[in-house]
């Protein structure tokens, strides 16, 4: 199942700078697409979500874009803090189906 | 804030046996779901549950699992017969009013069948 993709298993950015995590997707009834982060031993945490009637949304260091066209998605965090190191899941629902979620992407800011 | 429990953190168990992984969601959520991540691998939909029944299950939520909310607060993962391939941290989640499609997860229950 590949209906959603994060290509970069990791990125690396130093604390201050812009990290930007993207995400791709095939199925063209997704219509929400969310942000979660996770550390080890913990489940995922919500941190931002989109609708598909929107082609950004922005909650503090947090931004997520959305280009409909080309079925892509981007979370930009800015700037980017040590505390920002986890792995970042991208995930899209269908009419409030079942999330499907990408691979995950490792995030590590260095200080 | 509200929040997913999971019961226990960690289970281990003989290949063939039986587990009840346990769940108290978010109390005036609806909708609640079983995921699973091997390690290593992606995040996997099992399950979907809302109004006392199924609303959508994964190829690899066979006969050998189940899902039950016994009452009001609580909802379990049963395996029948355990297999070695079930090892994984399983998540519940559940979502509820104003936004459905946003699902907050419980921390996980590390199963390792040996």
């Known amino acids: 199942d590949q209906q959603v993709k994060q290509n970069s298993p990791s990125l690396s950015v130093q604390e201050g700078r812009i990290s930007i995590l993207n995400c791709d997707y095939t199925?063209?009834?997704?219509?929400?697409f969310l942000w979660y982060k996770k550390y080890p031993a913990e489940g995922p945490t919500f941190l931002i979500s989109?609708?598909?009637?929107?082609d950004k949304n922005e909650d503090g260091r947090f931004t997520v874009f959305l280009n409909k066209s080309a079925k892509h998605l981007s979370l930009h965090i800015v700037p980017s803090q040590p505390g920002d190191s986890a792995v970042y899941f991208c995930?899209?629902?269908?009419?409030?189906?079942?999330?499907?979620f990408g691979a995950g992407t490792i995030l590590r800011v260095k200080s | 804030e509200p929040e997913v429990t999971q019961t226990p953190s960690h289970q281990v168990t003989q290949m063939g046996q039986e587990v009840i992984l346990r769940c108290v969601p978010i109390?005036?959520?609806?909708?609640f779901y079983w995921y699973r991540q091997i390690l290593g691998q992606k995040v996997e939909f099992l399950v979907s549950?809302?109004?006392?029944?199924?609303?959508?299950k994964s190829e690899i939520f066979d006969d050998q699992f189940s899902v039950e909310r016994p009452d009001g607060s609580n909802f379990t993962l049963k395996i029948r017969s355990t297999k070695l391939e079930d090892s994984a941290m399983y998540f519940c989640?559940?979502?509820?009013?104003?936004?459905?499609?946003?699902?907050?997860f419980g921390s996980g229950t590390q199963l390792s069948v040996l």
């Open positions: 989109i609708s598909s009637i929107k």
């Open positions: 109390s005036n959520h609806l909708y």
């Open positions: 549950f809302y109004n006392n029944e199924i609303s959508e």
């Open positions: 995930a899209a629902s269908a009419f409030g189906n079942k999330l499907v």
């Open positions: 199925n063209s009834m997704f219509d929400y």
């Open positions: 989640a559940s979502s509820g009013p104003p936004t459905n499609e946003k699902l907050f």
